[in-house]
C-alpha cells in the first residue's frame, strides 16, 4: 500500500484517510439516505452517527430491510478482557447501547478470557478472568437491557459454543487465519483455534448479526463472511467507527501499553485534569498572541476531537466550540477545561453505575431473561 | 530411516521390527525383571504381558514405584469414534481392563466426537456421535469398573477441560503439532487445535498417568512429555502394543477403510468364518503334501499370530498349536477352524455383554461414582 497510514486488526499507524479506507477494505460509506432510513426508525440519531463517528458498513443496508420486514436481527460485540478499559473501549459499548435501545433486539457480548490469556506470554488465566470480571463491571455501567443481553465468557460458556465451533473450524484452515489474523507457525495452537469461538456467535440466532466495531476489526469478520452460508446462517453484518485519537496525537489509536494517550475509567479527576493539560495533543499557536491572530486547528486537536466525537452531543454547542476556537476567540487552555469537566462528569456517572453493576453481573451473565435461555441452548 | 518398514500414528508400513522400534523411537523395552515387578503386585500375568504383545514402555518402572509407595497412578485411554469397532480396537481396552483390575486405579476413557468430526471431511458432526455412542457400548462391554472409570465425549465435556486445555495450547506452537500430528498449512484450525484436548486428560489427576496404546502413537505423548512438568503435573508413562496383524498378512496394521484386513465386532459367525478361511494369511505350504512335509511358519501366519496375541490365553495349548502347526501335524485349515471358534465364542459373549452395555451408559458418563466427581471438577 502506498498510503502513509496503515490499519491492521492489531496495528493502526499514521493518519488514517477514512475515504481510501473504506476503497482499501470494499467497505460502504454510511449514506445520507441510510442515515434518514435509520432516523425513520429510530426516531433520533445517535451522536456518533450524525458526527460520522460510525461512518462505514458491510450489508447495514440488509439489516434495516430485515428489521423492516419483520425479521428482526441480533447484536454482537465483545471484549478482550485487560487491566483497566479507557475511554476509546466504550466507543462500540456506547453506540452498541443505543442501537439495543432503539431497535429492542438481542445483544450478545463476548468477553475472551482464553485469548487474552493465550495470547500474552506474561499473563496468567487467572489473571485474564480477574480483568474479565472487571471490565464486565464498566461494560455493564453503559446500561444494557437485562432482559436483552447476554455477557458471557469463553472459558465458561465454551460448552454450549464449542459444537458450533467445531462445524467453523473445519472450514478455515491454518493459511486463512495465518493473513488474517496476524499469526505465525510458531504461533501457539490455542490462538490459532480462536477465530472459530470469535465467528460462533455471529450464528446464535437464525438472523443476520450486526458488529458495531472499530473499522480496523473488520478482516477478522471477512472470515466469518466466506463461510457463514455454507453452515446455514447470515453473512455478519458490521458498523464500523473511526478512531477516538490518542491523547498524544491525531494519529494511530489509543494504547494502553502508552498509558498517555488514554483517559482510563479509573483516573480520578486530578488525573483527568493533569492528563488532559500535560498531553492532550492542542492544534493551537505557540503563543496567545499567535492563537488569538490565527487561530487554532480543531481537526487536529485531540481535544475538540474527543468532544466532537463522544462528549458533548449538543450540535449547537460543539458548532459554536469550533467556531470560536477556529477563530482564536477560544484558547486551548479553555477547550481543554471544556473536556476536563465533561469527561470528569462522564466518568463520575460511570464509577457510580459500575458500582451498581456488582449487583447484576449475574443477571447478565446468568440469570437473567435472555442469559438463562442461552444457557439452556448448545448450538450445534 | 533406512529400514523397510515404518511406523508413524497415521501409517504404518512394511513388516516392523519392534527392537529396531524400541531404538527408533528411544523407548524401553519390558524386561523380564519389569514383568517380575508386576507380578508381584498382581499375582499373575495377563497373556499380552507375558507374551509380549503389550513389550516397550515409557516410565512404567516410575508407575510402579509409585504404586508401591502408595502415591497410585491413574490409567487413560481413548478412542476416535467410528463407524464400527474391530478386534484390534479392543487390544488396549483389554488390557487396560486388567491393569485397573489388577491395581484398583481410576481410568479416563475420551472419546473424540470432535477430532473425528473435524479431521473427516465426509463425516458430519451429527454421525461422529452417534458412532460414539456405538462405540461407547463395545467399550464397556469390556467390563470395566463402574465406579472407577469416566467416559466421556470432548463435545460434552469441554466445558470442564478448557481452562486447563488452554494452558496446555499455550505451550504447544503450530511447528510442534505439524510434524508430530502430520498437520499442514491447509489444515484445519480444529484439528490443530485439537491435540491439547487430548493431552488435557493427562492432567486429570495430580498422578502419573499411564496411557495403554499401539507404539504407533507414542510420538503424540512426547509432546506432552516436553510440557507437562512446567505445568505442574508429571510426564504421561505409556504401555506399548504390537500390531495385530490385519488378516490380509504380517506387514502394516488392520484397516477400517480394507474390510477384508479386520474382522469386526459386528460380524456374524458365517462371515468370520467366510473371511478367515478367504483371507487369513497362511503360514502353509501350498499342499497339503508339501505341509506335511515342511511344516507350517507360524510367525507369518496370522491366524497363529491371533491366537497367540489375543484368542489363546492357555500357555500348554498354544505351545502344542505351535509346535503342531511348525511340525506340519496341523494343517492350515484345522488352524483356522480353532481361531474361528475363538472368534466366535468371543464376540457372542461381547455381544451379549454389549447388550447389557446400553443400561450402562449413563453410569460410565454421568452418574457412577467417579464421573459424577469428575463433572462436578473444573480442571484449571
Redesign the interface.
Known sequence: MSSNFSVTPWEVKGKVDYDKLIVQFGTQKITPELKERIKKITGDLHVMLRRDVFFSHRDLDLVLKDYEEGKGFFLYTGRAPSLGMHIGHLVPFIFTKWLQEKFKVNLYIEITD?EK??RNPELT?EQTRQFAYDNILDIIAVGFDPDRTFIFQ???Y??NM??L???I???????E??ATFG???????????Y??LQIAPTMFEKKRCLIPAGIDQDPYWRLQRDIAESLGYYKAAQIHSKFLPPLTGPEGKMSSSIPESAIYLTDDPKTVERKIMKYAFSGGQPTVELHRKYGGNPEIDVSFQWLYMFFEEDDNKIKKIEEDYRSGKMLTGELKQILIDKLNKFLEEHRAKREEAKELVNTFKYEGKLAKEMWNKIH?
Open positions: 482464553d490469556f493465550m488465566l469463553d472459558t465458561e465454551i460448552r464449542y459444537p465451533a467445531t462445524k473450524a473445519k472450514k478455515l484452515t491454518f493459511s487465519v495465518k499469526l505465525e507457525n510458531s504461533s501457539n495452537i490455542g490462538i490459532i483455534f477465530p472459530a450445534e
